[in-house]
């Protein structure tokens, strides 16, 4: 079956965590991992990041999430006690194609594009689906 609409990469795995620390270095310890980027404060989001990976591959990056507020929504997901994987990112060369194309699908645009800290003012929106999955959408750097 081919895609129709906006071409979407796999970028990293969001994965909620109490704290930063402890949780790379678990990541370190049992794989080898390596902090690519972090920690990152992002007022916006209301979290701290480090995004991880092992040296010189082309893996998906692992971002660890962090609250950085009371009321962050990662720290009230925790207080559920439902820390561990908490979403998947694509990146899109059209942000705003790639929205339409979730809405039309069915989807909740739950976040708007506003610009990320991490990712260099790129904006990121997040969608919900119909199945009760989280992703994360950011736009891909611009081709000069």
Same mark, same amino acid.
């Given at each position: 079956?081919? *895609?129709?609409?906006?071409?979407?990469?796999?970028?990293?795995?969001?994965?909620?965590?109490?704290?930063?620390?402890?949780? &790379? &270095?678990?990541?370190?310890?049992?794989?080898?991992?390596?902090?690519?980027?972090?920690?990152?404060?992002?007022?916006? *989001?209301?979290?701290?990041?480090?995004?991880?990976?092992?040296?010189?591959?082309?893996?998906?990056?692992?971002?660890?999430?962090?609250?950085?507020?009371?009321?962050?929504?990662? $720290?009230?997901?925790?207080?559920?006690?439902?820390?561990?994987?908490?979403?998947?990112?694509?990146? &899109?060369?059209?942000?705003?194609?790639?929205?339409?194309?979730?809405?039309?699908?069915?989807?909740?645009?739950?976040?708007?594009?506003?610009?990320?800290?991490?990712?260099?003012? $790129?904006?990121?929106?997040?969608?919900?689906?119909?199945?009760? *999955?989280?992703?994360?959408?950011?736009?891909?750097?611009?081709?000069?």
């Amino acid at each position: 079956m081919s *895609q129709s609409g906006p071409k979407f990469k796999l970028l990293h795995v969001g994965v909620a965590v109490p704290a930063l620390e402890s949780a &790379t &270095t678990s990541l370190e310890d049992l794989f080898g991992y390596t902090v690519l980027a972090g920690p990152i404060h992002d007022p916006i *989001q209301k979290v701290v990041v480090s995004f991880l990976a092992t040296a010189g591959s082309e893996e998906v990056a692992i971002e660890l999430i962090a609250p950085a507020a009371d009321d962050s929504p990662i $720290r009230s997901m925790l207080n559920k006690g439902s820390g561990g994987a908490y979403h998947l990112c694509f990146e &899109t060369d059209d942000m705003e194609g790639a929205l339409a194309h979730a809405e039309s699908l069915g989807c909740i645009v739950v976040a708007l594009p506003v610009p990320a800290i991490a990712f260099g003012g $790129r904006r990121i929106a997040w969608i919900y689906t119909p199945s009760r *999955q989280l992703f994360e959408i950011v736009e891909a750097e611009a081709v000069e």
